[in-house]
Nanobody, 124 residues
Framework: QVQLVESGGGLVQAGDSLRLSCAHS????????MGWFRQAPGKEREFVAT????????NYADSVKGRFTISRDNAKNTVYLQMNSLKPEDTAVYYC?????????????????WGQGTQVTVSS
């Protein structure tokens, strides 16, 4: 019933920027915290960033702090991930996800609805 659709991925060079978008289909968007995760080939899916329902609080993985910014526009049912100063190690499929758990979580299993992913490839 709930659909999440990511967009904005691509192939870029180290140091470049990308802005990912994730559109959430349901009325419940305003009641959900959102997260971005990524998965590189042969690796586990890992936490990247989270944002609360109102957008008042955010959290980031240490590997992306200072470079990535998560934001949301509740009027558009959309969450964004601005990625600056990209590094080759950022190469992965990026997924957005939503959760209604009443606490901030970095665990993929806590997120109920997921997008299909968008590929980000960073060359050196």
């Amino acid at each position: 019933q709930v659909q999440l659709v990511e967009s904005g991925g691509g192939l870029v060079q180290a140091g470049d920027s990308l802005r990912l978008s994730c559109a959430h289909s349901a009325r419940t968007f305003r009641s959900t915290a959102m997260g971005w995760f990524r998965q590189a080939p042969g690796k586990e899916r890992e936490f990247v960033a989270t944002i609360t329902r109102s957008g008042s609080s955010t959290n980031y993985a240490d590997s992306v702090k200072g470079r990535f910014t998560i934001s949301r526009d509740n009027a558009k049912n959309t969450v964004y991930l601005q990625m600056n100063s990209l590094k080759p190690e950022d190469t992965a499929v990026y997924y957005c996800a939503s959760t209604t758990v009443p606490f901030t979580t970095f665990q993929p299993v806590r997120y109920n609805d997921w997008g299909q992913g968008t590929q980000v490839t960073v060359s050196s």
